[in-house]
Structure formats: C-alpha cells, structure tokens
C-alpha cells in the first residue's frame, strides 16, 4: 500500500472511531442504558414512548392496499433467510478452524433489540425482529465471505466496486503479482491474529 493510501486509511479510521464517540454520546442523551444486554429506559421515555405510539388498526387504515399485497414476498424471504444462515454457519464451523481464521460471532452482527420501543405497535416491531435479523444476518454473512476472500484470494477488482467488506481495503492491487505473493501470507497471519 502506497504512503498516500496509508495516511487516508488511518484518517478514515480515526473518523470512524469518532463516529462511534458521538453515536455513544447520542445514545446517552437518549436517555437509555444497557445492562446485561438489555434496553432499559428511564421512565419518564418509557411513558412518552406510549404516548407516541399510533395504534395498529390506526396504522393499518394508512397504509396502503399494495403495501399489504407485498407482504408475501417480503416475508417469503424468510425461508432462504433462513437457510443461508444455516449454511454460512455450518461453513464457519467446518472451515473456519481447518484454515485457522477466527470465527466471526453471529451476535456482533445481528441485533433484535427494537421490539422494547414502547412507541412501536404490534405490527412495526414484528417488522423491525424482521429487519434486524436479515440485514444483520447479511453483516454476518459478508464477514465471513471477507475473511474467506481475504484468506484465498486478496485482490482488489479492477475497478472500484460500489461497497466493499472492511478487509478489502488491505488486499493487493489488482495487477501486483509480487504483492500478491509477498503479502498473501500476511493477510493470512492478520486473519489468525483476529479478535472480534
């Protein structure tokens, strides 16, 4: 990695550490804590959580006929969903140790925590244990592939990519062959030496 790349790469991380310093911050003066992974609010937020909350037959006369049309192939995903989890699971469990990569923790990614919003009805907390465990399972699932692609084939596409899991930053350009045979056992050692 050229020095330029380097110097950007430790600005854009301690940006990302002062990210989570103000979103620590935010939380604070949401005036909510958690204890043994539990969300406890103040109760003077709970009851104006109550307060806020609009009703489910409220809810559902505005909103629209198509939205409740689509609601089968919303909730049709959950199946694959499903699937994909336990296939993702089973390849860490089997390949993970045989190559030496640390495993990648299912809970650090997956987050079904809105249901205790008291400004939630019924309805919108089922969706959000629904969008908690699919686009947290997808966190999941991208991290495992990234540390898989990491340790197989570390090489940056030729052209920049819309999105790219954390550990791509760290792999070889694209047509550095010498990098890729100089640093390919580093990246692997990087992944052996991980704790999440």
């Known amino acids: 990695m050229s020095e330029t790349l380097e110097k950007l790469q430790a600005r854009l991380n301690q940006l990302e550490e002062e990210i989570e310093q103000e979103w620590d911050r935010r939380r604070e003066a949401m005036a909510f804590r958690l204890e043994h992974n539990r969300v406890v609010f103040e109760r003077e937020v709970r009851e104006a ?3 806020a909350r609009v009703g489910f037959w409220t809810f ?11 609601t089968p192939f919303v909730y049709g995903l959950l199946a694959p969903f499903a699937l994909l989890d336990l296939c993702v699971t089973l390849y860490q469990a089997v390949c993970f140790p045989v190559y030496k990569i640390a495993k990648v923790k299912r809970a650090d990614h997956i987050s079904i925590d809105r249901q205790h919003l008291a400004y939630l009805n019924g309805l919108q907390k089922l969706n959000c244990i629904y969008c908690g465990y699919c686009n947290g399972l997808l966190s999941y699932v991208r991290e495992v592939a990234g540390r898989t692609e990491q340790y197989w084939c570390p090489i940056k596409h030729s052209r920049r990519l819309k999105a790219q899991h954390r550990h791509y930053r760290d792999f070889v350009d694209y047509a550095d062959a010498e990098g890729f045979i100089a640093q390919t ?8 030496q991980m704790k999440d």
């Open 49 to 51: 959580h109550r307060r």
């Open 60 to 70: 559902m006369s505005r909103t629209r006929p198509l939205f409740v049309l689509t």
């Open 185 to 192: 056992e580093k990246l692997r050692d990087a992944l052996r």
